[in-house]
């Protein structure tokens, strides 16, 4: 299915449908910001999770950038339509876009276009390929900050690598994965782990999320280790903006 639906959007098909997920502050359940994820609709209507496609090791780099590329136009175009902000808007970022020159090209267009001020959107780095030069990816979080971008590392505690990536990065937030969120409740190690690393981003004034909350009680130990913002489907799960044309295909994709 996965192979299927990497075909269909490489040759241009259906649409690109960003879906938002909120994130709130957990102290009084106030929406902080929401992260736009993305998902393909087919010509059947259904909406399949771009994701796990982007994560799979044997996706060539340049149809990695192609997708990716393709949803970062979409969910700028969907920004653009919002109104005044009442809240952050996170957009997940594949570092292979941040080598191509068609990346850098593009964003001050779609920052253009935003009816707001920069500091609204916050780019998230995803980890799925594994970052090997980690003063190359330094330079580019720099780089969006100085178009007043904000950088949040994701994925926090889903290897060793990331905590590498904090130090270097210095992120606006930092969001905990799944893996230390996962049955919590049960386990005193990682409360304790989610706990001193809430109490760091506090000192280091660094925003904190752990995403991935599925249950009631994940949700009530979270509460409990003192993390100051959650995200996942016990808070909400992710609903559709409005769709978008993929607009051609592999052919041309941005460099």
């Not at 950038?65 to 136009?73: A, P, R, S, T, V």
């Not at 998230?124 to 900050?145: C, I, K, M, P, W």
């Not at 925003?207 to 994940?218: D, K, N, R, W």
Request: charged share 20%.
């Amino acid at each position: 299915m996965a192979k299927g639906i990497l075909e269909s959007m490489l040759r241009g098909e259906g649409h690109i449908v960003p879906h938002v997920q909120p994130m709130y502050r957990l102290s009084d359940n106030r929406l902080m910001a929401q992260e736009y994820l993305a998902r393909h609709l087919d010509a059947n209507g259904e909406a399949h999770p771009v994701g796990p496609i982007l994560q799979d090791p044997t996706l060539r780099p340049e149809d990695r950038l192609f997708l990716d590329m393709k949803f970062l136009e979409s969910t700028f175009q969907t920004l653009a339509r919002t109104g005044e902000p009442t809240h952050l808007h996170f957009v997940n970022l594949e570092p292979v876009s941040l080598e191509a020159p068609g990346f850098w090209d593009s964003l001050p267009r779609w920052m253009g276009a935003l009816p707001f001020g920069p500091e609204y959107v916050v780019m998230e780095f995803t980890e799925s390929q594994g970052v090997h030069d980690l003063e190359a990816l330094q330079g580019y979080a720099n780089r969006l900050r100085s178009l007043g971008l904000r950088v949040a590392v994701d994925d926090l505690g889903a290897g060793v690598a990331s905590l590498t990536h904090m130090a270097r990065l210095a992120p606006d937030f930092i969001k905990a994965d799944r893996s230390l969120v996962e049955q919590v409740q049960r386990r005193p190690y990682q409360a304790a782990l989610l706990n001193a690393l809430s109490h760091f981003a506090q000192r280091m004034c660094i925003g904190f999320i752990a995403e991935g909350i599925e249950t009631l009680e994940e949700l009530e130990a979270v509460i409990d280790a003192d993390v100051p913002w959650g995200q996942g489907y016990i808070l909400g799960q992710p609903w559709p903006t409005r769709p978008r044309p993929i607009m051609g295909p592999i052919a041309a994709s941005a460099n």
